[in-house]
């Protein structure tokens, strides 16, 4: 079995800043991609931003500049900088990691429970 924990979702104003972070744990052989998506009432989720296994990141345009994605392998965890928060970034936010279980040779994704983070003045 395979577990996401999200945490550093919360309450913050205009402007403001907060740091979300995955950590996947259970039988993983190889962590892939690792990404953040968000969904809005009433909206569909959608990419927030996306790391390699290489490092590699791409962000959705919205955040650009202001959102931070980074991994630590060592701990299987995946980050989430977001400065300069906006109310229109008021979602709910999910991790998503592609893995290899230990023991099965496909890639399958996981997502986590999701953090809700909310800007308001």
């Known amino acids: 079995q395979v577990q996401l924990v999200e945490s550093g979702g919360g309450l913050v104003q205009p402007g403001g800043s907060l740091r979300l972070s995955c950590a996947a744990s259970?039988?993983?052989?190889?962590?892939?991609?690792m990404g953040w998506y968000r969904q809005a009432p009433g909206k569909q989720r959608e990419l927030v931003a996306r790391?390699?296994?290489?490092?590699?990141?791409n962000y959705a345009d919205s955040v650009k500049g202001r959102f931070t994605i980074s991994r630590d392998n060592a701990k299987n965890t995946v980050y989430l900088q977001m400065n300069s928060l906006k109310p229109e970034d008021t979602a709910l936010y999910y991790c998503?990691?592609?893995?290899?279980?230990?023991?099965?040779?496909?890639?399958?994704?996981?997502w986590g429970q999701g953090t809700q983070v909310t800007v308001s003045s």
């Open positions: 998503n990691v592609f893995l290899r279980r230990v023991g099965v040779e496909n890639l399958s994704g996981y």
């Open positions: 790391i390699t296994s290489g490092g590699s990141t």
């Open positions: 259970g039988s993983i052989f190889s962590i892939n991609a």
